[in-house]
């Protein structure tokens, strides 16, 4: 799919974000979305209006560097789509949004890359969650730069969702799918929980849904981990060292 024109990238942000506000996906100032353009520039929310009120007239032009091409403040997350576009060629739009029942579910402690049901292969493929990083700060791109190159559906621990795609629609169905996968998880997470599906029939479902395996499905990609690895505890290494030494 490619980039897209300045005035259809106008409408279709202020379209998606009123649809993202109206179907509690974001609250009214919170998260943020743009669109590559063909020109080499982005289009993108500006900071502080609200999501539901958004009109083509409201998105802001930014070049590369980030820098405003015309009248309009940015996102304070901008950082985070530049890093994205530079990451992925093949990404011409990036949503981040605040989806209640996904970001309760990782807070709860819930693993969302667990492949519970089938379809959640074919929207989002795996399920990545990284690392905490301090929101509107330079930490949240550099925490964010492994995930954006190997993931499409991101959660960013405590804070909320980025979704990549070719365009803003499958941006903003990949959001949706996320939050649905969500709700499912955390109802069934209530009745006692449930097995994942077995390994190698996650496999022939990304055969199904992934012709060309995303990158980390293919040998020797370095790609995270799709879950925050715990921290190391150095004292209780050292005392097991110890303890060993002792024998």
Do not use: W
């Not at 080499?40 to 405003?68: C, L, N, S």
């Not at 301090?134 to 190159?149: K, S």
């Not at 169905?173 to 029939?201: F, N, S, W």
């Amino acid at each position: 799919m490619p980039a897209q024109d300045e005035s259809t990238a106008r409408r279709q942000i202020a379209e998606v974000a009123r649809e993202i506000y109206g179907r509690k996906l974001s609250g009214a100032s919170d998260g943020n979305l743009s669109v590559r353009l063909t020109d080499g520039h982005f289009a993108t929310t500006p900071t502080g209006v609200h999501k539901g009120r958004m009109r083509p007239e409201d998105v802001v032009i930014v070049d590369a560097a980030g820098r405003t091409l015309g009248p309009g403040k940015p996102s304070s997350e901008l950082a985070l789509h530049l890093a994205a576009y530079q990451a992925r060629p093949d990404v011409h739009a990036v949503i981040h949004g605040h989806p209640p029942m996904a970001i309760a579910y990782e807070l709860a402690g819930g693993h969302l890359s667990e492949v519970l049901v089938s379809e959640v292969v074919f929207a989002c493929g795996i399920i990545a969650t990284a690392p905490y990083s301090r929101p509107t700060t330079q930490q949240v791109p550099d925490v964010l730069a492994p995930f954006l190159r190997c993931y499409d559906v991101i959660l960013m621990e405590r804070h909320g969702s980025v979704t990549l795609g070719p365009d803003l629609d499958t941006a903003l169905v990949r959001l949706d799918a996320l939050e649905h996968t969500a709700l499912i998880y955390c109802t069934v997470k209530m009745m006692g929980g449930a097995q994942p599906i077995a390994p190698h029939e996650v496999d022939q479902l990304f055969a199904i849904a992934k012709p060309q395996p995303p990158p980390y499905r293919q040998p020797g990609a370095p790609c995270p981990s799709p879950e925050p690895q715990p921290p190391v505890d150095e004292r209780l290494i050292q005392a097991v060292l110890a303890a060993l030494g002792n024998r």
